[in-house]
């Protein structure tokens, strides 16, 4: 158990990847405070864990607000008493044609995509530095370095959050702090089954027709959708002891659909 001892905030852990991330974390020897805006869901992923023999606390709070990052970066704190790793997951999309995009898209899609992690970081970052150590793990996607034309705003945050990835881990490094950024392809998760609902009613289409052409649009090398837990264990290591010279990466997590070098 290779994380024994550690602490972890792992944001937008209520369900898919963010959920993956937290168990394999837990099952890993960390302690972990669960995060998502959704009491059940989080209260469920906490009683799997602590149930087999885990250690996981609740904290709810919306991350698409500043209040909502702070109360929980705050009670993480409070909880655990220090966190070695911070886990940037709160994220989602909703599937708009781009003549349909409003101020208030772009803005939602920054404030939970983008700022939501500048927030955990800004606030939980300085006490890693002043420690000497820590791994903060920002999940963007593959949509930020090739933007899907039906989730712009999504995608230019995701992008933002890549640069941004950088960014910190140029600065932290020098302190022993490593920051990095994983770019999930498609996987198969409840958003994915949702947004793919959304393009269907907005098109008359069936949702397999929708699968199907974004497949063929965005053919996947691996020939399969990807598995949460195949995102959660990339996370795992790069916080881990083994990833100690990783920093500043951004590791695409795709079955091979991404076309950049």
């Given at each position: 158990?290779?994380l024994?001892?550690?602490?972890?905030?792992v944001?937008?852990?209520?369900?898919?990847?963010?959920?993956?991330?937290?168990?394999?974390?837990?099952?890993?020897g960390?302690?972990?405070a669960?995060?998502?805006?959704?009491?059940?869901?989080?209260?469920?992923?906490?009683?799997?864990?602590?149930e087999?023999?885990?250690?996981?606390?609740?904290?709810?709070?919306?991350?698409a607000?500043?209040?909502?990052?702070?109360s929980?970066?705050?009670a993480?704190?409070?909880?655990?008493?220090?966190?070695?790793?911070?886990?940037?997951?709160?994220?989602?999309?909703s599937?708009?044609?781009?003549?349909?995009?409003?101020?208030?898209?772009?803005?939602?899609?920054?404030?939970?995509n983008?700022l939501?992690?500048?927030?955990?970081?800004?606030?939980?970052?300085?006490?890693m530095?002043?420690r000497?150590r820590?791994s903060?793990v920002?999940?963007?996607?593959?949509?930020?370095r090739?933007?899907?034309?039906?989730v712009g705003?999504?995608?230019?945050?995701?992008?933002?959050?890549?640069?941004?990835?950088?960014?910190?881990?140029?600065?932290?490094?020098?302190?022993?702090?490593?920051?990095?950024?994983?770019?999930?392809?498609i996987?198969?998760?409840?958003?994915?089954?949702?947004?793919?609902?959304?393009?269907?009613?907005?098109?008359?289409?069936?949702?397999?027709?929708?699968?199907e052409?974004?497949?063929?649009?965005?053919?996947?090398?691996?020939?399969?959708l990807?598995?949460?837990?195949?995102?959660?264990?990339?996370?795992?290591?790069?916080?881990?002891?083994?990833?100690?010279?990783?920093?500043?990466a951004?590791?695409a997590?795709?079955?091979?659909?991404?076309?950049?070098?």
């Open positions: 158990m290779t024994s001892g550690s602490t972890a905030l944001t937008g852990a209520g369900r898919g990847i963010g959920r993956a991330v937290a168990m394999v974390l837990a099952a890993d960390a302690q972990v669960v995060c998502a805006r959704t009491a059940s869901e989080v209260h469920d992923v906490c009683r799997h864990i602590n087999a023999g885990g250690c996981a606390t609740p904290i709810v709070a919306d991350m607000t500043l209040e909502g990052a702070m929980a970066a705050d993480a704190e409070k909880e655990l008493g220090h966190l070695d790793i911070v886990v940037n997951n709160a994220g989602g999309s599937p708009k044609p781009i003549p349909e995009l409003t101020d208030t898209d772009w803005q939602d899609a920054l404030d939970l983008f939501s992690a500048v927030r955990t970081t800004s606030r939980l970052g300085p006490a530095q002043a000497g820590g903060i920002n999940m963007a996607s593959l949509s930020g090739e933007p899907g034309k039906f705003p999504y995608s230019a945050a995701k992008a933002a959050l890549i640069n941004y990835s950088k960014l910190m881990s140029d600065f932290y490094a020098p302190s022993g702090v490593r920051v990095n950024c994983v770019l999930p392809g996987i198969e998760t409840s958003s994915t089954s949702r947004n793919a609902l959304k393009s269907a009613q907005a098109t008359g289409r069936s949702t397999a027709e929708i699968m052409t974004m497949l063929r649009k965005n053919p996947i090398p691996a020939g399969r990807g598995r949460p837990e195949e995102v959660a264990a990339v996370v795992r290591l790069l916080v881990s002891p083994d990833a100690a010279f990783v920093t500043g951004a590791i997590v795709d079955g091979g659909a991404h076309h950049f070098a």
